[in-house]
Every structure is written in C-alpha cells, then in structure tokens.
C-alpha cells in the first residue's frame, strides 16, 4: 500500500502539513503516516520548577500523536493512519523515511531556527536528498481563485524534469486537475562580444524549440494519461520567476530536484530553491 509521510511538528507549518497530507493520502488511497522526531535538547538556565522525566515527556508526545491520528480519523474515516515516534535529528529521520515512502510532505518551517526564513533547514535537507517526491507546505497557502484546479510543472528536457513531469500528471489526474507545462528562457543578448547585431538571433525558432521540446517531453505522459488537459507556457524570462507567477493559480508546482543549467555537482538547483522559497502554493520537488 502507498504511504504518504507527514513530518509533523505541532509548528503552524506542520499543521498545514498535516492537512494537506491527509487529503492527499485520501485522494491516492494511500495509508498515512505521521513521524514526529523526538529530538532531546538540554537548556541550562535557572528554573525554580521541577524537572520533567524524560519517560513522562515521551509518554505525553505519545498521546498528543494519538489524539491527532483519532482527530485525522474523524475527518478521513476511510483512511489508515500511522504514528511513530523516533529518537533522532528531523532530517536523518525523515530521509530514513523517504526509502519506502511514496511521498514526504513537511511544513515549510518547524518551532526552530530562524523566524525569517520562508523555509527551513529541514525541508530544504529533506527536499535535496530524499529518496521520493517531497512535498512542502506552508502556512495559508491558498491558490487564488480559478475556474478548474491546475497543477503547474517545469519543463526543461532534463532527466529530472521527465520524473517531475509523470509526477505532475499523475497528480493532475487524482485532483481532476489541468496539467499546466512551463518551459521558460532567457533571451540571449542582440548583438556579439564585440558589439555586432547578432545574426544568428531568431526569437521565431526558439520559440519553436521550447515548443517542441515540451511537445517531446510530455508525450509519453499525456498519452498514460488521456483525460488530463494540458496546457502549454512558453515564456521568455527567469524559469523560476515563470514558475512561481503560474502558481498564483495553481494547488501545486512541480519541479525537478535540479535541471540542465548549473553546477552539476549541486543536488539541488537554484530554479528548484528559488520556486521553493516563494511559490505561493506547496511545491513538489522530485528528484
């Protein structure tokens, strides 16, 4: 059976999560599974109260987890829910995680680190290495209001833009959703290193290579999946920027964890973080 992992918190962010993860194990008919990390952090700072045993916190974390999966249950009757709680860092754990799961979902930010980060060290750790899709999610992301509900991926030629994509459709085809495919790029510039109009600047053919490019890229995955439209975005400008814009509308973007350009070394690329940092919906990186 599927399973969609929910790395929770209790953060503001981890609650949106929680939410969003619910709904989407709901909707693959998938189980869900909700790790919290029972991370140990001693403070020395003086305290008239008494110190809490270390079993006992445990023991409430345990039954905070319960009442939660009960409350999911309440909403989601159908569905299987999971809790675990582990001894561990977040990030560790999680990727742990990610080898038998069909998707992570985290909150952007957790209770740590800094409060003017959009998105915190976990989700980024997780996003970069973890071994399936992983969903983030922050606090009151509401897509805008449309006619149909879209899902929004890039498209780049790349390996990794191919996964992104069958992820894209299938997602698409469980929401009954528009599969949007954004191909953006730069325009180069009009004249030569020495000044001279270049004559080799043809804004026609270019255009006709990104169309043909997505045409190649979505192919096999429009024809797995018939009933899904799909619209094309041929945009000249920063991919992310083109992404990010097509997501005012959209329940979801998709990117791959790194395309073409860049620093091969990277696992991450900076289209993928600069999409994950401020798309206005939850963001899919697939790797």
Not at 15 to 35: D, F, K, T
Not at 125 to 134: E, G, L, Y
Not at 272 to 278: G, I, K, R
Request: negative net charge.
């Amino acid at each position: 059976m599927a399973t969609v992992v929910i790395g929770y918190d209790n953060s503001t962010g981890g609650q949106a999560a929680l939410q969003w993860a619910a709904a989407e194990a709901q909707r693959l008919h998938a189980r869900l599974r909700i790790v919290q990390v029972f991370e140990l952090i001693i403070a020395t700072r003086p305290s008239p109260g008494k110190i809490v045993p270390l079993a006992g916190l445990r023991t409430a974390r345990e039954r905070g987890l319960h009442a939660l999966a009960d409350g999911i249950r309440a909403q989601h009757p159908d569905l299987v829910v999971q809790t675990v709680l582990v001894d561990g860092s977040p990030a560790e754990v999680l990727l742990g995680e990610s080898a038998q799961a069909t998707m992570i979902v985290l909150g952007s930010r957790g209770l740590g680190g800094w409060s003017g980060l959009l998105v915190g060290s976990v989700a980024v750790q997780v996003s970069t290495h973890a071994q399936c899709p992983v969903v983030v999610v922050r606090p009151a992301q509401f897509p805008r209001p449309h006619e149909r509900p879209a899902v929004v991926v890039g498209v780049d030629g790349s390996k990794t833009s191919a996964k992104a994509i069958d992820f894209a459709f299938d997602q698409a085809e469980a929401r009954g959703a528009e599969l949007v495919a954004v191909h953006a790029w730069t325009r180069p510039s009009p004249t030569d290193d020495g000044g001279e109009p270049r004559r080799d600047l043809n804004e026609q053919d270019a255009l006709e290579s990104g169309r043909l490019l997505v045409a190649e890229s979505i192919a096999g995955a429009l024809a797995d999946h018939p009933d899904v439209q799909c619209d094309t975005r041929l945009v000249v400008g920063h991919p992310a920027h083109a992404l990010v814009l097509a997501g005012e509308s959209a329940e979801l973007v998709v990117v791959g964890s790194r395309g073409r350009g860049g620093f091969t070394g990277l696992l991450l690329g900076s289209t993928s973080q600069n999409v994950l940092h401020h798309a206005p919906c939850p963001v899919a990186i697939v790797r």
